[in-house]
């Protein structure tokens, strides 16, 4: 069952992930909602980005990005 525009509208200016009707995904920033498609803004390579969009009808979920859960404040992790 595709996704209502309406559910999505917590979402706009956040990172989320999107799951399509194919098995496969996107991620990126939800910028708008808008005549049946969503529009993401997704990272290309080096300092590019570009909006994208998507119709709802092609998607099958959108979920917001989790917080972070490690390495907490204070903590360090060596760059290897």
């Keep these: 069952m595709p996704v209502s525009a309406q559910s999505l509208h917590g ?3 956040k ?3 999107v799951s399509m009707m194919d098995g496969t995904g996107v991620t990126g920033v939800l910028c708008s909602v808008q005549n ?3 529009y993401l803004m ?3 390579y080096h300092t590019q980005f570009a909006t994208k969009h998507y119709p709802l ?3 099958q979920a959108v979920n917001p ?3 972070c ?3 907490g404040p ?3 992790q060596p760059l290897y």
């Design 69 to 71: 859960q490690w390495p």
């Design 57 to 59: 009808s092609q998607i």
């Design 74 to 76: 204070g903590s360090q």
């Design 42 to 44: 997704e990272y290309l």
């Design 15 to 17: 990172p989320v992930g």
């Design 11 to 13: 979402l706009l200016g």
């Design 36 to 38: 049946g498609e969503i």
């Design 65 to 67: 990005f989790p917080g």
